[in-house]
Structure formats: C-alpha cells, structure tokens
C-alpha cells in the first residue's frame, strides 16, 4: 500500500475522489471515502477497535469488539463517524497515525502464539471465531481494500489527464 502511494504524483495523492456513479451506488465506502487521507483514516480507527478490544478483554474487562450502540448490522454508520471525526485530520498525519497504529498491531499479534491467534473460540471473548480472523479483518483485509481504492483513484487520475 505504502509503495502505491509513495509513487502517486503529489497532484494524485491531492485529488479528491472521482469514482464512476456506479461504483458510488454499489457500497458505501465507494461514496463515504472523498480522498486518501479518509481511506488511512478508515485503517487507523479499524486498528484502534481491535487494539482496544484485546488489550480489554486481555485485562478482563469484557469489551465489544464493535463499540455501542453499533452492532454488525450497523457498523457502516460507525464508519461514517469515524470519517465525520476526521475531516478536519491533515493527510499527514493521517500516514503518521495509520504508520503508528500499524505498528501497534504488529506487536500485539506477535505476543500472541499461533494457537492463540487461530484457534477458534481460544479466547471465550471472540465469540465462535478466532483472534487471528479479527487481526486479518482489521489489517490484511482493509489493506487489501485500502489498495483496490487506491488503484482506481490513480486510473481514474490518468484518465482524467490533470493529474
């Protein structure tokens, strides 16, 4: 994801979102999501849910891994909060806390052993899944995403020939 953006043109990395009216109806992200500092942002709130969630549950605390009132069927509204909360967030420091945050993951999966990780129902709090999915979903998933929006900004950029 890092090498994708490092090769952006600054006019690329600058430019808002101008993605195809089909794609905009498709999924909400496609709508929500205005630049790439709202994509990073997206990725740092998702790895601060799972980092407070184990850290939570970890201690004893019992803790929802999705924070009230949201619940799997709304979780897209705690999305568009987390990007309403960040609008005023500069796109640097957006890079800075997604870097930081990554790396904050990567040490809590790494104090974990593979057992802990994907074991399912290891841990009572991760209901009928394992630790590991929920690391996935909030990395290597979202990266994934992350890079998909990333890609079509950039072939959209090209077409346009402005940037």
């Not at 090498?3 to 999924?27: N, R």
């Not at 690391?135 to 998933?141: D, E, F, L, N, R």
């Amino acid at each position: 994801m890092w090498q994708i953006i490092e090769t952006m043109p600054v006019k690329t990395k600058e430019a808002p979102f101008h993605f195809d009216q089909k794609l905009l109806e498709k999924e909400a992200h496609w709508s929500r999501d205005k630049n790439i500092r709202d994509v990073l942002v997206h990725l740092y709130e998702w790895h601060q849910l799972l980092l407070l969630w184990v850290k939570e549950n970890k201690d004893g605390k019992e803790h929802p891994f999705l924070p009230a009132p949201y619940n799997w069927k709304t979780y897209g509204l705690m999305n568009i909060a987390f990007w309403q909360k960040h609008q005023d967030t500069s796109y640097e420091t957006a890079v800075n806390l997604v870097q930081a945050s990554h790396i904050d993951v990567m040490r809590m999966i790494d104090e974990h052993t593979d057992e802990e990780l994907f074991t399912k129902k290891f841990f009572s709090w991760t209901g009928t899944t394992s630790l590991g999915s929920y690391c996935i979903s909030a990395t290597s998933a979202h990266y994934d995403w992350a890079i998909k929006k990333l890609k079509l900004h950039i072939k959209v950029c090209k077409i346009e020939g402005n940037r």
